[in-house]
């Protein structure tokens, strides 16, 4: 926290934090495995850059580059000797004034790293998840920025979540201002009809997500054609294939939608296609995506 290691337990702020009250932070999620070479995280430089990004559009300096919080981080993971594990930076504004114009409040920077297993369950990485086209919108880039990972703008995903677990299903699929398919609540959204790929493109307000670039590259790689693009609602219905994609949740194939099985209502095979070279690029099998894991290097201090 704002440059000292600190204990689990007393990692905590003071009540009147800027950010606890109008969600003036800025965060990611990150995850590193565990690969033959150690520790590794997952385009940790990336993860790292959008913070900033965010930071920046938000009006926020980071009092820490890129390469100091990707070094503390190492340290991080290395103290704590985690083989694998969820990294949860954060830089938010801090105690000060209470008025909504933050910018003398302090930016303060604490990165959390913990153990996390799959966020929606191994056996729906496996099988496939249920999930609920959501009565609410994704937040529109007329009232903020979706592009942004920004504290505040997650009420938006708590919503649609809430209200998806509430009716039975394990996530939501949220459409945005225009009604086509956006996202989930923490995941990019991706189609497959005729072995076809689509997923929504920026114009969608979506969160331009690390794991969906990665799956767009894999999914080339091996051949599919990716379309980005507007995705109606109606495709949603008439897809073969269909499944989700970010840091927490991994690749999790959708066997369901709104009660209507997709394809079989079982992964199919362009989704497990995928799916196994993802799984595989994470934990180092894939020498071809190497490049993407940033093995855990703490150097020696003198
Ligand atoms: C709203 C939202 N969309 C998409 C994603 C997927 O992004 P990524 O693959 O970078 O984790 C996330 C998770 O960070 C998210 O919170």
Redesign the pocket.
Known sequence: MNGDFVAWEDAKVHVLTHALHYGTGVF???RAYDTAEGPAVF?HR??LA?LKRSAELYHMDLPYDTEQLRDVTHELIARNGLRSCYIRPIAYRGFGPMGLDPLDNPVEVSIAAYEWGAYLGEEGKRRGIRVKVSPWR?ISPEALI?HA?ASG??L??VLAKVDSRKAGYEEAILLDQHGNVC??????VFLVRDRVIATPSHSAS?????????VIAIARDLGFVVEERDVARAELSLADEAFL?????ELVPVREIDDRPVGAGEPGEVTRAVQKVFDDALCGREPRYAEWLDVVRVPSRA
């Open positions: 990611e999620g990150i385009r990336e993860h959008r994704r979706p990972k703008q997650y938006n995903s996202e989930g609540t923490g995941e990019n979506i969160l331009d997500g690390i794991t969906r670039k990665s994609t970010g840091t927490a949740a």
